[in-house]
């Protein structure tokens, strides 16, 4: 079997504990386990004129192989093109874009940094997989060097439609990088019609059933991958909170009350401050929820190096006082914002005593929330997830309450819903939502993409003419 070599642009140490790690790097650590391999990445350090020398060392069957970089082609690279260009132009937050040369120049630079010290360290047969936005044109610095092995890209968030990707100055460069992998992994189908669009529109790509390419002299796939959770390990964690002390201190704070939860990181394509606006709404519109329900907002601070990460919370801040200063009785806060990470565990129990799984963002690649809330819930008596017909999540979980993340009143309405739904309507959207949780998991999504990466251009047909 080909050795599995991951490149993501930050390495979760195997010292991090499981507990803690995403479902991701839990899931790719396992498929590197299995077939033995290499993850390579930044280590979070930075140095004036670091060396492409990376530290490598072992942990079990997976070599670990760790990057120094320049801290000012850090910035340009990670706050600058990757998150100040990249994140807000794929969410369709064109008024966020900002597009300095330098950022561009620094991206590419870091890219052309992890080539280097990445091909010593590569075999011809290895399978490569990168992952994220962050990478994208590390194929192309790859091929430069030489190495014409099988090289994979996922892309975690949305790839936008063409009208939105046409502002990016350097679109056409970006997408001859992606031309450079021999399998592009979207998370939905739209985002896969979406860049086949601007393929066969703008730069005269060529298209075979399958979503097969050939751009000049390239031949590659683009095709859908939606991610999963690992649907067991959630569905374990919540069943062993019942009880737990966690929990009884939950209940006994919600005084009998439901909870509406919400779990995302601090950033402005999940919908936060719609997302409380509708909470306010519905106190307003249905006074006989007032003491009735609790809503809770867990949103880790993320990215606060970028400005516009700094402004959103003091936004939420001000919203979550004014919700609270309104309605809040002497034995009743409607409104618990809370700033920092849990234990997967805890997020369960949290999740499991929820009467409604709040996921409402502008954008999303696909939403692993969604899933986790799904996965956690007590199959006797389960919670509603109210889902924005903006998340990947939403081809999937056909069960949910869909909303309209823009439309602050038509949230509240379904938040009413949702607190009145009757226990067999709530079983029956449940399962239709589990159904899927538990039929496309993280492991067979790892299993699926490096199987077809293995095999990739093996089964291209003939190209069809644009
Ligand atoms: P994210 O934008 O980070 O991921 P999401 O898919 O919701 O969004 O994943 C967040 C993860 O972080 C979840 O597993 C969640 O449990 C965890 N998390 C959030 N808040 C937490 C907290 N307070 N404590 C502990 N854990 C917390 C990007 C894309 C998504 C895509 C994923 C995976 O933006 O669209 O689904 O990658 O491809």
């Not at 998370?187 to 979406?194: K, P």
């Not at 939502?433 to 039929?439: H, L, Q, T, W």
Request: aromatic share 10%.
């Amino acid at each position: 079997m080909a050795r599995l070599v991951i490149v993501s642009n930050r390495v979760t140490s195997p010292k991090e504990r499981a507990a803690k790690a995403g479902g991701l790097a839990v899931a790719l650590r396992e498929a590197l386990g299995k077939r033995g391999g290499l993850w390579f990445g930044w280590s979070g350090e930075t140095e004036v004129g670091a060396s492409a020398e990376p530290k490598v060392f072992r942990s079990g069957r997976i070599t670990y192989g760790l990057l120094t970089l320049d801290p000012e082609d850090q910035r340009a690279h990670y706050a600058g093109y990757a998150n100040g260009t990249l994140w807000p132009l794929c969410h369709y937050r064109l008024g966020l874009v900002s597009f300095r040369r330098a950022d561009w120049e620094g991206y590419r630079r870091v890219n052309e940094h992890f080539a280097r010290a990445l091909l010593p360290m590569l075999k011809p047969d290895d399978i490569i997989w990168v992952h994220d936005y962050h990478l994208i044109p590390l194929a192309s610095e790859l091929r430069k060097l030489g190495f014409e092995g099988r090289i994979g890209y996922f892309h975690h968030i949305p790839w936008p439609t063409p009208a939105v990707y046409l502002s990016l100055p350097s679109h056409a460069a970006l997408v001859q990088d992606l031309s450079q992998y021999d399998l592009v992994g979207l998370q939905t189908e739209s985002d896969v019609r979406a860049l086949l669009t601007y393929i066969s529109s703008e730069v005269r790509g060529w298209l075979a059933p399958g979503g097969f390419v050939t751009l000049g002299p390239r031949r590659f796939r683009v095709a859908a991958y939606p991610i999963g959770i690992d649907a067991e390990a959630f569905v374990e964690d919540a069943r062993a909170a019942v009880g737990s002390e966690e929990m009884k201190r939950l209940h006994a704070s919600l005084a009998g009350r439901a909870l509406a939860v919400g779990v995302d990181r601090l950033d402005y394509s999940k919908g936060l401050p719609n997302k409380f606006a509708a909470f306010g709404e519905l106190l307003k519109s249905w006074p006989e929820h007032r003491s009735t329900v609790t809503m809770m907002q867990i949103a880790p601070v993320s990215r606060g190096e970028v400005a516009e990460y700094r402004s959103l919370r003091r936004e939420l801040e001000e919203l979550a006082g004014s919700i609270n200063g309104e309605y809040a009785e002497f034995d009743w806060v409607p409104l618990r914002y809370l700033n920092r990470p849990f234990q997967r565990a805890t997020l369960a129990a949290i999740y499991r005593t929820a009467r409604i799984g709040l996921v409402t963002p502008l954008r999303d690649g696909m939403n692993l929330v969604a899933k986790e809330y799904v996965a956690a819930q007590d199959p006797k008596d389960p919670g509603v997830l109210v889902l924005s017909r903006f998340a990947g999540a939403v081809d999937e979980m056909s069960g949910a309450l869909i909303i309209n993340p823009y439309d602050v009143e038509g949230m509240a309405e379904a938040l009413h819903t949702a607190l009145l739904m009757p226990l067999e309507e709530r079983r029956e959207r449940w399962r239709a939502n589990m159904d899927k949780v538990e039929s496309n998991t993280i492991h067979h999504w790892c299993e699926h993409f490096i199987s077809e990466l293995a095999t990739a251009n093996e089964t291209a047909p003939d190209p069809l003419p644009p």
